[in-house]
């Protein structure tokens, strides 16, 4: 059998790594409803550089693919949380003080707030780890078989980014212990 088409290869990327870039975009923080519109996209962007005959520069397709995919995520949370500022300025600037809704923006920019201090200060691994173990409150052995990787390697990136996270926000008790 001769080299695959450049159409079969992304098909064979498309069937191996869906799954795989679902749960990738879980742990960065997408809500169920905009992953497969993501993840859509993501395929759509390689099938447009597979026409215009670029395919084959790619040297890593599945990191490419994933870095695709982090890129859509990210605008659609900056415009989600644009559209979500603007709402409050509207309901504010008509007088109509909803203390709910501030707080909602509020928690809304602290968790982004975090999240980017994470993603400035950590690896993907150790943001991946941290999120679903944190945020998402998944046990660490089940983070660890979520990511493909074995206990004491999920408990060193998670003691890895908490001393990281420590020293970043200089409050020595920001996550508590490590369990």
């Known amino acids: 059998m001769g080299p ?3 159409e079969q290869q992304v ?3 498309l069937l191996r790594e869906w799954p795989r870039l679902a749960g990738y975009l879980r742990v960065l923080g997408a809500r169920e409803e905009e992953i497969e519109d993501i993840l859509s996209d993501s395929f759509l962007a390689v099938f447009r550089l597979m026409r215009q005959g670029e395919w084959a520069q790619v040297e890593r397709p ?3 693919l994933f870095a695709v995919a982090r890129n859509r995520f990210r605008v659609q949370r900056l415009v989600r949380f644009k559209a979500a500022a603007e709402a409050l300025d509207d309901d504010l600037l008509e007088g109509i003080a909803d203390p709910a809704a501030e707080q909602r923006l509020e928690r809304v920019e602290l968790r982004e707030a975090v999240q980017d201090r994470m993603r400035e200060v950590l690896t993907d691994r150790e943001v991946q780890v941290m999120t679903l173990h944190y945020l998402h409150d998944v046990p660490l052995a089940k983070t660890a078989e979520m990511l493909a990787i074995s206990y004491p390697t ?8 908490r001393q990281k ?4 926000f200089k409050r020595e008790d920001f996550f508590g212990d490590i369990r």
């Open 4 to 6: 695959e088409s450049p």
């Open 11 to 13: 098909e064979d990327l």
């Open 62 to 64: 599945a990191s490419y």
């Open 154 to 161: 999920a408990r060193v990136h998670l003691a890895n980014a």
């Open 165 to 168: 996270l420590v020293k970043a």
